[in-house]
């Protein structure tokens, strides 16, 4: 099949865990119900033996997670959303969808009421002819196809109908992007910044708790980078000097760090996900507790992979757990250049 940009197919038995594993814990004792509110003639709740009860729809759809995995033909089946919405009837106001979950933070996302509608959005209870395990979303999610997953929502408890668009917790506090169309690569929205600033950090070389989405430093001088807790999610960082920078604890999901000079850099505990190190120099980098899911460290194509692939020694640290995280031929990459058994 033909992948979107950037992605990477995941291991066909694996469908890897992202974002919290849990609905709220603290009201595990309340019967779950799914209810329908705000602009509609007919608000109205269901229990999962009622939605049960409804015509069910089983579709195979392709995940494709903004950390640059794509998972597919997913066998999912549940109950249209179209059909409880016509059971509400929005009103002629009705513009937006705002889905909300049973979790502690609590997660949302929306989607313009048409394009819900158009997309055909799956109210999923099973998955592969079982029911929905809970650290994917069960025993109620939404499977919205032709968007990046964060779009489908986990332990799905409320759809309130708007006039207006309610930004979710990934598009508000993580700066995802609104639409998440993974064919344009619509993975984040970049914020401004100003040029003054820009060039001040730059010179301090102290990123440390900075917001940084997006940033544009590619092929610059930033050895010894402070950059703990840095939130630098799709930065660039292409051809860049990094030598023991240090990005402990830092968000660099979807980071571009290709042919980046990073020997001795440290990751502790560093949310690398998705993070682009191809042709970059890694020897003696420190990978210890981060979150390696979709990174990339070799081309797919193999006759890329001599000219393209990372340079890794047996200094460069990287555990067991985060090796499993990878794709098959990433993981069997790092695990032959550093001797271990993929």
């Known amino acids: 099949m033909q992948l979107p940009p950037n992605q990477q197919l995941a291991a066909a038995d694996r469908w890897p865990l992202v974002g919290e594993r849990q ?11 799914l209810c329908v509110s705000g602009l509609v003639a007919h608000p ?3 229990t999962l033996e009622q939605l049960q009860t409804l015509p069910q729809t089983q579709r195979a759809i392709d995940i494709h997670c903004v950390t640059r995995w794509s998972k597919p033909g997913a066998r999912f089946a549940g109950v249209s959303l179209n059909a409880l919405l016509d059971a509400c009837a929005p009103t002629a106001n009705a513009k937006f969808l705002s889905f909300v979950a049973r979790s502690p933070r609590p997660h949302s996302t929306s989607l313009p009421l048409e394009d ?41 408890e409320t759809i309130e109908v708007l006039a ?4 979710g917790y990934w598009e508000k506090e993580a ?3 609104n639409v998440a169309d993974p064919w344009g690569e619509q993975r984040y929205i970049v914020p401004d910044l100003d ?59 979807n980071a571009h760090l290709d042919h980046a000079n990073l020997q001795d850099a440290s990751f502790l505990d560093a949310d690398c996900e998705g993070a682009d190190f191809r042709g970059a120099d890694l020897r003696g980098a420190d990978f210890s507790g981060a979150s390696l899911f979709g990174a990339t460290f070799t081309p797919e194509t193999p006759e890329d992979a001599n000219q393209h692939s990372a340079r890794i020694d047996p200094g460069t640290r990287i555990e067991a757990r985060a090796l499993k995280q990878l794709t098959p031929r990433q993981q069997a990459f790092v695990a032959k250049v550093l001797g271990r058994r993929a």
């Open 23 to 33: 609905a709220d814990p603290a009201r595990a004792h309340e019967p779950w119900r």
């Open 44 to 46: 109205r709740c269901w």
């Open 116 to 156: 819900a509608r158009q997309l055909d959005v799956l109210l999923a209870l099973s998955y592969e002819d079982a029911p929905l395990p809970p650290e994917h979303g069960g025993p109620l999610r939404t499977v919205v196809p032709e968007r990046y997953f964060y779009k489908s929502l986990k332990w799905l």
């Open 164 to 167: 207006e668009d309610r930004l």
């Open 175 to 177: 700066g995802y992007h």
């Open 195 to 253: 040029p003054t600033s820009y060039r001040r950090l730059l010179q301090r070389r102290d990123f440390s708790g900075q917001d940084l989405l997006g940033l544009q430093a590619q092929g610059r001088d930033l050895s010894g980078l402070k950059a703990a807790g840095a939130k630098l999610r799709d930065a660039h960082f292409e051809g860049a000097d990094l030598h023991n920078a240090c990005f402990d604890g830092a968000n660099l999901s």
